[in-house]
């Protein structure tokens, strides 16, 4: 008798061990978190973009003629993208005037070779000066420019270099893309 109840009972607590579920939590639903609403910034239009673009591109062309030939060369200074980051282009090309105004008329283009030369370097603007470091001091030198702004306006308006050179807004490099 002692085996049966002691059997009994085993088997009784089995049932009442692993047959008891416990109770379920009530899930609640968390409040919805609300999001902060920044204010919306004012959308820019194309023609301020540009307008913006230009005012940190400067370029001073100089055009020569000898004998048939045009020779132009270019130097443009862009600066105020990226940090400190600038950057002179110098480049040159000659044509003949009378030759491509001819092709012009034909429907054809005449292709002028041109040598171009990237100086990148850093920038510096102090007391209405902005100084050109290029980043190879050893092989190009440092160049100053003086800002003029505009009357009653803090825009600049133009630069000149040390031999006095009138540096006008424009001239920013398009991307190119190869092939």
Known sequence: MKKIFLIALITFS?????GQQKKPNKNTIP???K?????MPEAKRIEDIVMEQTKRCFIYKIEERKDSLLYVSSNLLEYGWAGDNARMVISSYNYDPIKK?????????????????????????????????????DRFEKRTFKLVYKPKTNKVDYLKDEKNNKYIAGGCQEPIIGQ
């Open 14 to 18: 089995h049932f009442f061990v692993f």
């Open 31 to 33: 409040p919805p978190i």
């Open 35 to 39: 999001k902060k609403e920044y204010p």
């Open 101 to 137: 105004k001819e092709a012009e008329q034909k429907g054809y283009v005449l292709l002028e070779e041109k040598n171009i030369q990237f100086i990148n370097g850093s920038y510096k603007t102090e007391k209405d000066v902005l100084i050109f470091t290029p980043e190879k001091e």
